[in-house]
């Protein structure tokens, strides 16, 4: 599984951008699919995930109420939709796939795909 991550770009704050991550493959809709981000500078931060079937999202809590993580499991593409963007969310945007969900996704640990990020810049 190879996965890409598109739409990032500038935005001002207030704005709102939605990301995509194709992951083509025959086996999309076995991974817990998720967004991280990198800031510069910082350590790398879970964003959401996403069960293979859609039915089980995860969010981290300071993004909880902004961004929606959706998946299309026919296009074997998992999205981000990022609503009323903030400074502080500029960073390299990054999709992951994993084959099971615990707790330890949320650190990055264990993930079998990572994609080549997308810069999401905020200007205030």
């Known amino acids: 599984v190879q996965l890409q991550a598109s739409g990032g770009g500038l935005v001002q704050a207030g704005g709102s951008l939605r990301l995509s991550c194709a992951a083509p493959g025959r086996t999309f809709s076995s991974y817990h699919m998720g967004w991280f981000r990198q800031a510069p500078g910082k350590e790398r931060e879970f964003v959401a995930a996403i069960s293979g079937n859609g039915g089980s999202t995860y969010y981290a809590d300071s993004m909880k109420d902004r961004f929606t993580i959706s998946r299309d499991n026919a296009k074997d593409s998992v999205y981000l939709q990022m609503n009323s963007l903030k400074p502080e969310d500029t960073a390299v945007y990054y999709c992951?796939?994993?084959?099971?969900?615990?707790?330890?996704?949320?650190?990055?640990?264990?993930?079998?795909?990572w994609g080549k990020g997308t810069q999401v810049t905020v200007s205030s």
């Open positions: 992951a796939a994993r084959s099971y969900y615990s707790s330890s996704y949320q650190k990055g640990i264990g993930m079998d795909y």
